[in-house]
């Protein structure tokens, strides 16, 4: 534990170098860190926080740098998330109110805002297709002979398949089917679909027939898939070239990124706010050393279901981070469960 003074210091020292990416002195901690003393003894309490690893040198002559232990610290520290800004607030609200259509569109759309807000590299794991389970069912004529049976699932995927039919059934009977179906599909997940029972209409119990048989069918999607939105703009984070090739790299590696999230929340590293964060080495992947992960789950209908996140340098700005994701996965949550 560190005294209010150094505790003082150490934060003063954080913010000043997310926002410069320079190393801070002392001289410049006593001016603006509103600490009452004078820069001397700013510049020993920063020399006791080197000491014990919270800052560090990188020059005889510089400032000093906060480490990844510094980071810790401060992230720790926080109330919680920082409020977005008003016009950031107003784009979510916008985005959330026109987002409607097909899961991965949703998603890898949703990456992107992620990524436009933080200025960060945005990580949504899709919800995994298994556990979902058929809300309704609905047969579409899309001509004499030819319908489409929609599918929406509870994680808010929308599965779709064509039908070849033998005749003309008409509205009347693919309004029936759509609603015979529902009613017993639903609940259940497209891979143990049942028999549903017959009707005693002959033509409207095959045209049920063949929907479930087209939706059983359905190829099984990737269980892990990842949207990553804004890849490019983690490479201004870092004056290494070489840092930034490994870290586009890893984020092409879709199973190395899954594994990457379910880690960061298996390490004890969350708070109350939902939110998880893992910075630097304790990431575990040494081309990531120089990185840190901010992530949330996202629920659907009260269970969790998927991760939102975002992944930049160790001097990104928490606050604004965690801010940015936890609105993000909380309206991705609602706009799915709706």
Known sequence: MLDDRKAAVLRAVVREHI???QPVGSAHVARSGNLGVSPATVRNEMAALERDGYLTQPHTSAGRVPTDK?????????????????LQRQQVREFFA?????????LHDTSSLLSGLTSYAALVMAPPAERATVRSVQVVGLAPRLAMAVAVLSNGAVEKATIDLDDDVGDERLGAASTHLTAHLGGTSLGELTAVPATGDLRLDRLVEEVGGALTGLPDRDRDQIYVGGA???AGAFEAVDTVRQVLAILEEQY???????EVFDQD?????????SIGTELGVQPLAECSIV??????????VG???????TRMNYPQAMAAVAVVSERLGRTLSA
Do not use: C, I, K, N
């Open 269 to 277: 590293t969350g708070d109350q706010h939902g939110l998880s964060v």
């Open 295 to 304: 992530v949330a789950h996202y629920d659907v209908e009260g269970e969790p």
């Open 256 to 262: 190395v990124v899954v594994s990457l999230l379910r």
């Open 98 to 106: 026109r987002a409607h259509g097909e899961l991965e569109q949703m």
């Open 307 to 313: 991760t939102v996140g975002v992944l930049g340098p």
């Open 19 to 21: 926002e410069t990416a």
């Open 70 to 86: 510094g980071y810790r610290f401060f992230v720790d520290q926080l109330a919680g998330p920082a409020a977005l800004a008003p």
């Open 232 to 234: 490019s703009s983690v």
